[in-house]
Nanobody
């Protein structure tokens, strides 16, 4: 019932910037956290960043200082601002939201958006 729609991916040169967006298909007022993961060719899916509804953020060491996660809880939207992009940032980026529905919480994932950084 819940779908996450991602946008903002594309091709960018090294040193450039992109902003990813992830919007849930329905209105929720109890999003426990929003997160971004990525999976590069030949690699496992890895954690990138997370933000709780209270605003606490955590980043992977590889993106710290370059990426910023933010959210608009009222719009059920997560953002990932990516600056100073490097070729090693090339990956499919996945949005993840943990949403409380009734008394239970559920994890939802987007289908991924491709980010390609050229050198």
């Amino acid at each position: 019932q819940v779908q996450l729609v991602e946008s903002g991916g594309g091709l960018v040169q090294a040193g450039g910037s992109l902003r990813l967006s992830c919007v849930a298909s329905a209105t929720f007022f109890d999003i426990n956290y929003m997160a971004w993961y990525r999976q590069a060719p030949g690699n496992q899916r890895e954690f990138v960043a997370i933000i709780t509804s209270g605003g606490t953020t955590t980043y992977a060491e590889s993106v710290k200082g370059r990426f910023t996660i933010s959210r608009d809880n009222a719009k059920n939207t997560a953002y990932l601002q990516m600056n100073s992009l490097k070729p090693e940032d090339t990956a499919v980026y996945y949005c993840n939201m943990n949403i409380r529905q009734s008394i239970k919480s559920y994890d939802y994932w987007g289908q991924g958006t491709q980010v390609t950084v050229s050198s």
